[in-house]
């Protein structure tokens, strides 16, 4: 039997922000209804990381169940993880309750980054080490390990009388992208004005929020002083003991918790894709095709359209899940993909600093000098609010 034939199926695996837009938009197109659709996610729901600022705020989960949105629209659900592709014979292995191997026509890729952890000697071993309430490192993807980090957090005595010898609490942030700098928002009004905490960020990039106009840029730079959120920019982490963290250049931190907000993709199962599949991604041609592979597709942060990836957002993440899912409906009516190149129409970001302050960069990314000291930001109270906004307007997509 021709696939003319018989129902064609369509796998995406990855139920993130590019991956369950995919499967909802796939599921509403027309000339998609003969078409059956299988996500695989290792949860039966989605972790809202753009919104895990808010969880460490307020001790509320930051999740998105899908399962009734799913079962809405006949998207079939397989909870477990990816862990062999074969795309020569269009099969995928998943392990979950049950082993189970899945063909397909058409796949989709979104299983997004993944924390690689920084080259940070001694890191492994104090991240390993100590049972969950002696824990004094953290990741920060999940909710889960934000209500941990919280925990630890609240267990604290802020109180300068507390301080052994007077020696001050250091909360120290490894990674000053934008996840780290909401984390230091966070941190920076929670511990208020005591001054025995204090609180540092750790990148081995030499500036904060390089795409951002650079007045917008400033703004964050004199929160973060107002906020006394130390900064210790251009050298790398290299080391770290039992009591601190030694930079590159010499510097030593004394530290008593450690949040690690440095990113990173990690493509290990993704080697079957040979070629195309690097620590950088999955190499991708201009409409998102995984490159050298026909009917197999990528979107959201894995994706590196003509070798070159795109900025991480959760905004182009959604942008590339829609817009495969118009290609792969239009093939499977039509017979012949289309060749349209996927172009990323807003490039804007928000990047908070507790619940009063931040940044936002609205539209596209500033390309010239000029353009990166005049386009247009917005800051303050708002850049909280249009987050919210953000993610009802996300939810709201969904349904
Ligand atoms: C803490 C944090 C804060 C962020 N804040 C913002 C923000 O404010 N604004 C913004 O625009 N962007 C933000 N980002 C970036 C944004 O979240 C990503 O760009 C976006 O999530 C990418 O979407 P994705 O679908 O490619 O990957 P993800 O959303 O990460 O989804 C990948 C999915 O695949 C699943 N998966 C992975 N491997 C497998 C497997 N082998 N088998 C089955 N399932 C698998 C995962 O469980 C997950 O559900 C943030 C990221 C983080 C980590």
């Not at 006394?228 to 982490?237: D, F, N, Q």
């Not at 597709?297 to 817009?323: K, N």
């Amino acid at each position: 039997m021709n696939l003319a034939q018989r129902t064609p199926h369509v796998v995406i695996v990855g139920a993130g922000y590019a991956g369950l837009p995919c499967a909802l938009e796939l599921a509403r197109q027309k000339n998609a209804k003969r078409t059956r659709i299988t996500l695989v996610n290792r949860e039966p729901r989605q972790e809202l990381v753009c919104d895990l600022y808010r969880a460490l705020r307020n001790g509320r989960p930051e999740l998105f169940p899908f399962l009734k949105t799913l079962r809405k629209h006949g998207i079939h659900f397989v909870e477990g993880s990816a862990h062999g592709f074969e795309p020569e014979a269009k099969l995928l292995h998943v392990r979950g309750d049950r082993a189970q191997s899945i063909a397909y026509d058409e796949l989709v890729v979104a299983t997004g980054s993944k924390a690689k952890l920084p080259q940070i000697d001694g890191l492994q071993e104090l991240l390993d080490g100590p049972s969950p309430l002696d824990r004094r490192v953290f990741l920060f993807r999940n909710n889960t390990q934000v209500q941990a980090l919280r925990l630890a957090l609240r267990r604290i005595d802020w109180s300068p009388e507390s301080r052994p010898g007077g020696r001050d609490l250091f909360c120290v942030i490894v990674g000053a992208g934008t996840t780290g700098l909401e984390v230091a928002g966070e941190l920076a009004t929670f511990r208020g004005r005591n001054p025995a905490c204090r609180i540092v960020l750790v990148d081995g990039k030499p500036d904060i929020l390089p795409d951002f106009p650079m007045l917008a840029r400033n703004i964050y730079k004199r929160d973060l002083r107002r906020a006394r959120v130390e900064t210790v920019l251009g050298s790398p982490a290299t080391k770290l003991t039992e009591k601190e963290l030694h930079i590159e250049n010499g510097q030593v931190i004394p530290w008593d918790l450690l949040i690690l907000c440095s990113g990173g993709r990690s493509t290990s199962t993704l080697r079957a894709f040979g070629p195309a599949a690097s620590d950088e991604g999955l190499a991708a041609s201009a409409n998102l095709g995984i490159a050298g592979w026909p009917h197999h597709h990528v979107i959201g942060d894995l994706a590196r359209p003509d070798g070159v990836g795109l900025p991480l957002t959760a905004q182009l993440a959604g942008q590339s899940g829609r817009f495969v899912a118009r290609k792969i409906a239009a093939a499977l009516s039509t017979g012949r993909t289309p060749r349209d190149a996927f172009e990323a129409n807003d490039l804007g970001s928000l990047v908070s600093f507790g619940p009063y302050a931040g940044v936002g960069r609205l539209g596209g990314a500033p390309e010239s000098p000029l353009g990166r000291l005049v386009s247009p930001f917005v800051f303050g109270p708002p850049v909280d609010e249009l987050k919210r906004a953000a993610k009802i307007r996300y939810l709201w997509g969904l349904r």
